[in-house]
């Protein structure tokens, strides 16, 4: 669950995987999403513990029942050392935090240091019905993902396909691939709008229908 509205989530979503999945042997794992690493997981927590409950063990600290917490956004050992201790600080075991390892514990060079990152943004069910997908992060507007099928485009009048769906028979080289992004690259003008009118329109639809969902 990549939540961004504790009090929705608290109200609504989590009560409900409550009693449909743990109660059935599931167990929940709650991704708090952009914003100050400490203040999102301790609001996750806090919202497991009213919803789930909790044990203390023999040290003194709560164990939620049936649910945890990831941490996987601007993860680093300084960062990592503070989450820790406030969790600890109000009562809660290391155990409920788990945390995902990006560039911040390697070489720094990560998702942001182009400003990109992939996101579901379409979907096909099994019965054939469509869907766009997009996520607005409350805590970090910088981070919007923008909706809908996407193909990579040289100009108005053509596309340049690399890789289409299915199974890849052979895999290019990494030289091969590296001339191809610098021939590609020299095509496209210095500065570009990659959203359109029709997408912008596109992306405020879809964030009236999240705020209406959320509303109800």
């Not at 919803?51 to 939620?64: A, C, L, Q, T």
């Not at 969790?87 to 990006?102: D, P, R, T």
């Not at 998702?111 to 943004?121: E, G, I, N, P, Y």
Request: charged share 30%; proline share 3%.
């Amino acid at each position: 669950m990549d939540s961004y509205d504790y009090t929705n989530a608290l109200n609504k979503i989590l009560p409900s995987i409550a009693t449909q999945k743990v109660e059935k042997g599931g167990f929940m794992v709650l991704r708090p999403d952009s914003g100050d690493q400490v203040e999102v997981v301790l609001m996750a927590l806090r919202a497991a513990d009213k919803v789930f409950g909790s044990d203390v063990n023999k040290k003194g600290y709560k164990i939620i029942r049936g649910c945890s917490v990831i941490q996987g956004d601007a993860v680093t050992i300084e960062s990592m050392k503070k989450i820790l201790h406030a969790a600890k600080e109000a009562g809660y075991s290391a155990k409920n935090i788990a945390f995902g390892m990006g560039g911040g514990l390697l070489q720094k060079l990560n998702r942001d240091t182009m400003s990109f990152a992939t996101k579901l943004c379409h979907i096909t069910y099994a019965d054939g019905s469509r869907r766009d997908i997009m996520k607005s992060p409350k805590t970090e507007t910088g981070k919007i993902s923008l909706p809908g099928e996407f193909v990579v485009k040289r100009n108005e009048h053509g596309r340049v396909v690399v890789y289409d769906h299915g199974k890849v028979i052979e895999w290019d080289d990494f030289n091969t691939i590296r001339e191809r992004a610098a021939k590609e690259w020299s095509c496209l003008p210095r500065s570009y709008d990659n959203i359109s009118p029709e997408l912008r329109e596109k992306i405020s639809k879809c964030i009236k229908e999240i705020k209406s969902k959320l509303e109800e």
